[in-house]
């Protein structure tokens, strides 16, 4: 008898690939009294590093300006590495496009919270971010595309 064998998950490493703050204002920009209008640009990708190990990027642009002077712009690539066994192949794209972008947003969140802090600037608390709807989106957007080119 074969035994099936279970599927697993695995956190194998939480990182910050990449990590970039400008403040290209300062230090008139500490004068200025009113509140910035903040914008975040939110993209994320996935690669097979090697059988059954993947890495995943959540990667954010968080702007800041007043009227048209930039505060501060924050790019953040918080990343993982994670192991995938035992997944149907057809099932390992929604993990790698939901499931481990939802584990990798919080330490996101702190990251850009934290160095947004450091900067001598008032924190900025990023929103949850629904990466199901996310994902279903570029999957339509996808099948959109390619029915398209197929015409």
Do not use: W
């Not at 064998?5 to 004068?31: C, G, H, T």
């Amino acid at each position: 008898m074969s035994e099936q064998r279970q599927p697993a998950f695995n956190i194998e490493k939480i990182y910050v690939k990449d990590l970039s703050l400008e403040i290209p204002n300062a230090p008139s920009i500490f004068l200025e009294r009113e509140a910035p209008q903040v914008s975040l640009q939110l993209n994320t990708k996935s690669e097979a590093i090697k059988e059954e190990l993947y890495e995943v990027q959540v990667m954010v642009t968080v702007t800041a300006k007043v009227k048209d002077t930039v505060m501060f712009l924050v790019e953040v690539h918080q990343a993982g590495i994670f192991r995938i066994q035992n997944v149907p192949e057809t099932e390992i794209a929604p993990v790698l496009g939901i499931g481990c972008p939802n584990i990798i947003f919080p330490y996101l969140r702190e990251t850009v919270s934290d160095i947004v802090s450091r900067a001598g600037f008032p924190p900025v608390i990023l929103n949850p971010v629904n990466f199901e709807a996310i994902y279903t989106q570029s999957q339509q957007r996808n099948q959109t595309e390619s029915s398209e080119t197929k015409q």
